[in-house]
């Protein structure tokens, strides 16, 4: 999951299986939730979005699910392929149209 | 892809030297973001612009400065640049109507030495 520090949180999946990648946010007012995927040497790439109201939102092979209880988002991957091997982050939206970064997971996806 | 281009792509500079980093996009996004990407600390929003000639600060905005002259380019500048300003910058697009997702450009690694 999403951790502060120097190192980055890291995940490793067998090819095939489900991944599921953690967040937890600081805002209990942020009411929008984006999940960005970056591959090496490239800029975020939009994965999945979801607001406040929502608790679960699915797109194709992810799903993102948001606990505002305990201020928390997940990103659930479905037969995870090589190509997911990323680094994945979530951002909050804030007050005004500032978006605030998690520090990101590292995923590897065993072939 | 959206349409977002930065440059230069990579930089060295020394220390004390004025650099500017260019991003265009053409897209016609009305929203248009800095960044900055060290390692444990993600994504930090350095400035943003909602409009020709309208900018505001971002969470690390101190030591950089930023001008939108047109709805295509936003520039950053470090006037005087210091090593701590060393890193990876990201440029984003919004047109923050149905959704606020960001586009972002490849990236422009600076190395202030």
């Known amino acids: 999951g999403e951790s502060v520090g120097l190192h980055l949180p890291t995940l490793s999946v067998q090819e095939g299986d489900n991944s599921i990648i953690n967040c937890a946010y600081s805002?209990?007012?942020?009411?929008?939730f984006i999940w960005y995927k970056q591959e090496s040497g490239k800029g975020p790439q939009f994965i999945i979005d979801i607001r406040s109201n929502m608790d679960k939102r699915q797109g194709q092979r992810v799903t993102v699910l948001l606990n505002k209880t305990v201020k928390h988002l997940s990103l659930q991957i479905a037969a995870t392929q090589p190509g997911d091997s990323a680094v994945y982050f979530c951002?909050?939206?804030?007050?005004?149209?500032?978006?605030?970064f998690g520090t990101g997971t590292s995923l590897t996806v065993i072939p | 892809d959206a349409g977002i281009t930065q440059s230069p792509r990579h930089k060295v500079t020394e220390t004390g030297t004025p650099v500017t980093l260019r991003c265009h996009q053409t897209?016609?996004?009305?929203?248009m973001y800095w960044y900055r990407q060290d390692p444990g600390h993600g994504l930090r929003l350095i400035h943003y612009?909602?409009?020709?000639?309208?900018?505001d600060k971002g969470e690390v905005s101190d030591g950089y400065s930023v001008s939108r002259s047109k709805t295509e380019d936003f520039l950053l500048t470090l006037e005087s640049a210091t090593s701590s300003q060393t890193s990876v910058y990201f440029c984003?697009?919004?047109?923050?109507?149905?959704?606020?997702?960001?586009?972002f450009g490849p990236g422009t690694r600076l190395t202030v030495t």
């Open positions: 897209e016609n996004h009305r929203y």
């Open positions: 951002a909050e939206r804030q007050a005004g149209n500032q978006f605030y």
């Open positions: 612009s909602y409009g020709v000639k309208d900018t």
């Open positions: 805002n209990s007012a942020s009411d929008y």
């Open positions: 984003a697009i919004s047109e923050q109507r149905s959704s606020y997702e960001q586009y």
